[in-house]
Structures are given as C-alpha cells and as structure tokens.
C-alpha cells in the first residue's frame, strides 16, 4: 500500500510549473515552484515541522508542552499542523492585518489565537512579538519558537526547498526569486543554490514601505511605512535574512503585487496569495532584462482562498483604493460597479410606487421589465413633469405613461459600441445569457472606463 503515516509525510516536494500565458514574448524560461500545494498551503509548511522538530530533538520542549508564536498566519498554520499531529498545544499571536481566513484556520486547527493591532512600533509592549515572548515566558513548559532567528528556519529550505528546485530544474537554473519574510527561505535556498553554482543569482521581492532593499543597498535602516501584502517584507532586519546570499532586491508597490496575483489565477490558473504576485512582479521585470538562457524559478508563498475576504475581494480593492478602472466589456463594467440587484419596476406597477423607488435609490432612470424582457423605461425628468400637470397619474399604472425600453447588450460587448448606444439613450440593458442582469448609464461609463 501507497499512504503517508500522517499529513506532514506530504510536506515538500511541491511541484514547478512552467508559465505558458505569464510572460509570452519574454525570452527566458520562467517556472512557478508550487509551495501551495503543502498540505497547509504554504511555504511555511516546511518550517513549522523542522522547528518543532529541532526542538524536540534538543530538549527545548517536552511532551505535552507549549508552542508560542507571533506570525502572520503562514508559519502558525505550519506549526499548528506539526503540534495537532505530535499533541502540542499551539498558541499564535497575529496583527489585525491578517485576514480573517488564516484567523480562522488556525482556529480550525484547535489553536489560540491573539490579535494585537498592526500599527505598533517594536518598543512597544503590544508589538506582536513582544507578546507572544511574554506568553511564552509566562506560560509553563512554552516554547517561543521565533522563526526570524530559528536556524531550523533556514536550514528547513536548505535541506528540501533547494535541492527540490536544483534537481527539478536539471542544475538549469540560473535566477531564484523569493519574498524575504523572516528570511528562511531566500538564504536558506540561496546558500544551497550557490554552493552547487556560485553564478546563480538570487532575488529578493520586496513591498514598497519595508526596509530591506534600502538595507541592502546601503546598510542604514530606515523607518518603514504601511503596506498591505502580508508576509513578506520588514520594519527591521531579522536574523535569519543572509544578504551574503541576496544579489538583488527589487521593491514592488501593493497595487502590482495584488494586480499580479491575479493575473497568475486568470492566467495560469494558480490560485495565491499577494506575496506571491509581489513575486511574480519581481521575477517578470527580471525577465525583461534577460536572454533565453535563463532559467527564473519564483515562489508560489501560499493559496489565494486565505485572502478571499481581502485583494481577491473587488469591493476591498476598491475600498483601499486598489482597483484601477480596467473595464473593456459590459460584464467588466457591471463587475467595477458592484452595485447589488438590479432594480425595476412592472407594467402593472403604480406610479407612486415609481417615484417612490426613484427617491428612495437616488436613481433618474428605471426600466420596465416583465417577464424577462425589457417593455419600457421610466425618466424621472420626464415623470415629474406629467405628475405636476396632472396629480391623479400617481395611481395610474406605469405602462400608460412608460416610454419605450433602454436598449438591450449582450455583456460581452466591448464598450466603445456601448457608448455609441449611450449617446442615444441614457442606459442599456446588459444581458448575461439571455437574461436582463445590469443597467448601464452615461454615469457608469465615466466613472469606471478609461475607454477614449
């Protein structure tokens, strides 16, 4: 029989990927190493076990102990699923801003969990690290792992992740690209990597606001500002990050780093995280500068389903002023807008009921629709003007006073024809499939396309 004892015997070995879409009329070869197919769905994986492991091995924990970590959820669900399959309990210490999805799976994974605000210097008794050290130092027989300085961190990359990378690629490979986090994975890949072939080169992608490139480049640190791609990047210079090992680090903006995340799951269809696309950016403007000898493996960090309520989310991309007006089609339109059901009214409706609806939603226009099919529209200029000059249409049904139905668009019509229907007629009608789903208007159009 074929099985694994228990679910870390599936921990590394994680597949490449070649980009056949990402990267067309680029020369190089560019491979996506697909650490979200650890069975905790990251990278992260690799670490949680050697840690634990090295500290059973040295006697720093004893059975039944305690594991305390501060994380940004990757590290903790590793750990979690290492302490839950060898009878640990696990306590995690995250910023608010992590998102809810790591929250909850390590909850799932029958952890604690603190949340401690984000915006919090390193002094400061709340810093998320200082916490999970007093918990540990309060708490009897706890461990506080600290991946940023745990040499099992990197060593865990040394002894699998780089190896994996080396044999999979047929010592072809000639740039490495990582996020540097706590470091583990770039100097412990980076330091293998180089001892088999000094002239592989590797990659730092770092978030616009962390220090690390600045640090690298001149040894100053430096104060960091925000950003909102989680894992990845720093406020200070961890331990475990070995520049000897880093040739290069190339900063990338949140903006590109979520836009490029999603383009790997529209394009590849590899579903991940923000770190990854900050990545992924990183190793694309690489490629730029190279012939077609070269060989690009980038880290896939984790699995897109951790940030379903974050950049994978329109509406939270927009509310972090994230989503650049893209639309070409009416379904992209419709998609920007965001704006919930589509609202009409009936033939056999009132006319109070349509003022009504027009004061209510703040709408000038609203069509007529009946069983499926668009009958009329209603023009709120135009339905004011008839109800001054005769009050008693208010309980006249709107089919005698409707004119006639916006036109009507498949949603895959692109919108420079939209807008010559719109110079017509104030809205159209989008249909999905033969179904009425959307109202276009004039509005629509300026606000949310950069159509000319």
Known sequence: MNYKNNILGLI???PLVKMQKIGRGLKPQIFAKLESSNPGGSVKDRIGISMLGEAEKSGRIKPGGVVVEATSGNTGIGLALACLIKGYKAIFVVTDKVSSEKINYLKALNSDVIVVPNALKQDSKDYYVNVARQIASDTP????????SNPANPEAHYRTTGPEIWRDTDGKITHFVSGIGTGGTISGVGKFLKEKKSAIQIIGADPVGSILKTYKETEKITEGTPYLVEGIGQDCIPENVNFNYIDRIINVSDKDSF???????REEGIFCGGSSG???YAALRLAEELDEKAVIVFIVS???????SKFHSDEWLKENRLLSPEARTLKDLKELKMNGSLVFL???DKVKKAVEVLNSKGFSQLPVIENGQSVGSIKEGK???SILRNNNLLDANIEEIMDPGFPTLDGRTELPV???????SPAILVTDYGRIVDIITRYDIIQYSEIP
């Open 12 to 14: 590394g070995n994680t």
């Open 383 to 385: 339905l004011m003007n």
């Open 141 to 148: 027989n706890a461990l506080f792992m600290y991946q940023y």
């Open 302 to 308: 984790d699995t897109g389903e951790r940030y379903l």
């Open 278 to 280: 900050t990545i992924l």
């Open 418 to 424: 939209v807008k010559k229907y719109l110079s017509d």
């Open 259 to 265: 836009a490029t995340a999603r383009l790997l799951t």
């Open 346 to 348: 009936s033939a056999k």
